[in-house]
């Protein structure tokens, strides 16, 4: 996991605030730029999001806003502002990096490492989505990572050679989706 820009954390911290949990990204981004921030918070698993227009108990949003989606800050993501916050804090001390969170809206797994617990990472992330039961389209993988199809495909073919058995298959809504099955005994 890496550390949080100013304005990741700043937005965060905002976030972590708010009773609804909702993300606001800075006016001064707009376009690529905007989603670029978005896809950077979601691939770190700080953010999810959400199209019910409120990601907390604030009660029911406004029709018009159900339908856009919108950004809501993670267990993580309060994890690592609170982290963040305490490292600022302390001047001599150095604080351990933050175990991570258990968190059913963030897709990354509890990978066995061999020196130590997982990273947080983009490949983690791919992993993660592709061993959900319904697995994941193109383009879920794209929206997760921020990366174009070439390189999702191409992240595809590396974890096969690194031995993963992945599966494409069609389902009943005609979009193809990739899946992370156990590899069987030959």
Request: glycine residues 8%; proline residues 8%.
């Amino acid at each position: 996991m890496s550390k949080p820009t100013k304005m990741q954390t700043n937005v965060l911290s905002a976030a972590s605030k708010r009773t609804d949990a909702t993300i606001t990204v800075p006016p001064e981004l707009k376009g690529a730029a905007k989603r670029a921030f978005a896809v950077g918070l979601i691939g770190q698993g700080w953010a999810r999001e959400t199209r019910n227009g409120h990601g907390g108990p604030a009660g029911p949003a406004p029709a018009e806003a159900q339908s856009r989606p919108s950004l809501v800050i993670t267990a993580l993501g309060r994890q690592v502002i609170t982290w963040h916050h305490e490292a600022e804090s302390a001047v001599t001390v150095v604080s351990p990096a933050p175990k991570q969170v258990a968190d059913s809206s963030t897709c990354l797994p509890e990978l066995p490492a061999e020196n130590g617990p997982a990273k947080a990472t983009k490949q983690a992330l791919v992993i993660g989505l592709l061993t959900r039961p319904e697995g994941a389209s193109c383009d879920e993988l794209i929206t997760a990572t921020g990366w174009l199809p070439h390189t999702v495909r191409a992240a595809l073919v590396r974890l096969r050679q690194k031995g993963l058995s992945i599966v494409l298959s069609r389902g009943e809504d005609e979009i193809s989706r990739y899946r992370l099955v156990e590899a069987t005994a030959a």
